[in-house]
């Protein structure tokens, strides 16, 4: 099983080490409710129980995606010879589908993946809702607290296609007051362990290129739930003006709560990414991470034009998400994984992101684009970035 509390020990003065200085500036919140202290920069749910589900499913994560994958791969490798079908043949989603899902086999590692997934969320959503009043004042709190800023638009009208359960999250990212409480730790199972201090937004916000002149003043996270990458980038521009837009209310709340409580001056503002209120020629670098699968392709146009109107001429784009830097598989498999994650895990724009040609967007949006940029995601040699031509 997963070793949660050695990990949370083993990585916790890593992250805290680039905290020093903020943290020597902090206030900190005007209420605080952290019963059980924290880990480096991770927040300890509030009961040792809750700690040890989310222990347990961290680790029948692991072995989810691990031996059960294997073992469903391995299976879809049979049916397709059972049915005189070459490995490497081209096939369709719906044909994919005919074959694998009625089996035993595919349809256990389904089984085992939503419901963990599903009982991640629950875990942490009933304990919020449960002390709903002290979570609500500590964000509160935290809405006139500094370092750092939040923007709450309460007359934006959201789109429908932001009200989907992403995720499976229980009332999605709009539709929970404590959407940000269930993401943080939900998030954590999601990663295996492997996020406790926020280690994958760290990595995304030290890989992110700067403009040729070097200059960066300004800095915007398209998309940025939580705050975690935003967060990042400041520590890896802290003498930059850095801006994480979302149009989840909840989530921005949270934010705001993680950045006051870690003395972090980054500034938040409720809007949909791709009307934003930001001037043109704005920012030196604009970046998003895992957006563009989770809105539809006139979102994901929409959200370019805007990387491309408010980045200033010579400022850098750099999106971070599936396939950004790597080729779109094609595998039977992965057929059906792309079809359990539409499915079953309410990512509604899965397809039409994979049909999305986010490099021949971009250019159509005026970007000198690159495909081959910095790397971001493991198991990855490069990711597209965009130059607004200068």
């Given at each position: 099983?997963?070793?949660?509390?050695?990990?949370?020990?083993?990585?916790?003065?890593?992250?805290?080490?680039?905290?020093?200085?903020?943290?020597?500036?902090?206030?900190?919140?005007?209420?605080?409710?952290?019963?059980?202290g924290t880990n480096g920069i991770l927040e300890r749910l509030p009961r040792v129980d809750l700690e040890s589900a989310q222990d347990f499913?961290?680790?029948?994560?692991?072995?989810?995606?691990?031996?059960?994958?294997?073992?469903?791969?391995?299976?879809?490798?049979?049916?397709?010879?059972?049915?005189?079908?070459?490995?490497?043949a081209p096939l369709s989603m719906e044909d994919t589908v005919k074959l694998m899902a009625p089996d035993p086999t595919m349809g256990l590692?389904?089984?085992?993946?939503?419901?963990?997934?599903?009982?991640?969320?629950?875990?942490?959503?009933?304990?919020?809702?449960?002390?709903?009043?002290?979570?609500?004042?500590?964000?509160?709190?935290?809405?006139?607290?500094?370092?750092?800023?939040?923007?709450?638009?309460?007359?934006?009208?959201?789109?429908?296609?932001?009200?989907?359960?992403?995720?499976?999250?229980?009332?999605?990212?709009?539709?929970?007051?404590?959407?940000?409480?269930?993401?943080?730790?939900?998030?954590?199972?999601?990663?295996?362990?492997?996020?406790?201090?926020?280690?994958?937004?760290?990595?995304?916000?030290?890989?992110?290129?700067?403009?040729?002149?070097?200059?960066?003043?300004?800095?915007?996270?398209?998309?940025?739930?939580?705050?975690?990458?935003?967060?990042?980038?400041?520590?890896?521009?802290?003498?930059?003006?850095?801006?994480?837009?979302?149009?989840?209310?909840?989530?921005?709340?949270?934010?705001?709560?993680?950045?006051?409580?870690?003395?972090?001056?980054?500034?938040?503002?409720?809007?949909?990414?791709?009307?934003?209120?930001?001037?043109?020629?704005?920012?030196?670098?604009?970046?998003?991470?895992?957006?563009?699968?989770?809105?539809?392709?006139?979102?994901?146009?929409?959200?370019?034009?805007?990387?491309?109107?408010?980045?200033?001429?010579?400022?850098?784009?750099?999106?971070?998400?599936?396939?950004?830097?790597?080729?779109?598989?094609?595998?039977?498999?992965?057929?059906?994984?792309?079809?359990?994650?539409?499915?079953?895990?309410?990512?509604?724009?899965?397809?039409?992101?994979?049909?999305?040609?986010?490099?021949?967007?971009?250019?159509?949006?005026?970007?000198?684009?690159?495909?081959?940029?910095?790397?971001?995601?493991?198991?990855?040699?490069?990711?597209?970035?965009?130059?607004?031509?200068?």
């Open positions: 099983m997963f070793q949660r509390r050695s990990f949370l020990l083993s990585s916790a003065a890593a992250a805290a080490a680039g905290l020093t200085a903020f943290k020597a500036n902090a206030k900190g919140l005007p209420l605080d409710i952290e019963p059980r499913m961290t680790g029948y994560r692991v072995f989810i995606n691990q031996e059960l994958n294997r073992a469903a791969m391995t299976r879809c490798n049979e049916i397709l010879k059972a049915n005189g079908i070459p490995l490497d590692y389904i089984h085992n993946w939503e419901n963990t997934q599903r009982a991640m969320w629950a875990t942490v959503q009933v304990e919020a809702h449960k002390n709903a009043d002290a979570y609500m004042d500590e964000m509160d709190g935290a809405m006139k607290a500094g370092p750092g800023s939040l923007e709450l638009d309460s007359k934006l009208v959201l789109p429908p296609y932001v009200k989907h359960e992403i995720h499976i999250q229980p009332g999605g990212y709009v539709g929970d007051p404590f959407a940000g409480y269930i993401y943080l730790h939900g998030q954590n199972v999601v990663f295996s362990g492997g996020n406790f201090q926020d280690n994958a937004q760290i990595n995304f916000a030290n890989a992110v290129p700067t403009p040729a002149d070097g200059k960066v003043g300004r800095v915007l996270e398209q998309g940025c739930s939580i705050g975690q990458l935003t967060m990042a980038l400041k520590l890896r521009f802290p003498k930059a003006e850095v801006w994480g837009d979302d149009v989840a209310a909840p989530m921005l709340r949270y934010a705001k709560v993680l950045a006051v409580d870690r003395g972090i001056d980054v500034n938040f503002m409720q809007q949909l990414s791709e009307q934003s209120k930001f001037p043109t020629n704005h920012f030196d670098v604009v970046m998003n991470n895992l957006l563009f699968h989770e809105v539809t392709t006139e979102g994901a146009r929409g959200i370019i034009a805007e990387a491309y109107r408010t980045l200033r001429p010579g400022g850098v784009f750099y999106p971070i998400d599936l396939f950004t830097g790597s080729a779109k598989p094609s595998s039977a498999y992965s057929q059906f994984r792309a079809w359990q994650d539409y499915r079953w895990n309410s990512e509604v724009w899965r397809m039409e992101y994979t049909a999305l040609d986010l490099e021949g967007e971009m250019r159509k949006a005026g970007f000198i684009v690159n495909e081959k940029g910095p790397t971001a995601r493991r198991g990855t040699d490069r990711n597209v970035m965009g130059t607004k031509p200068a």
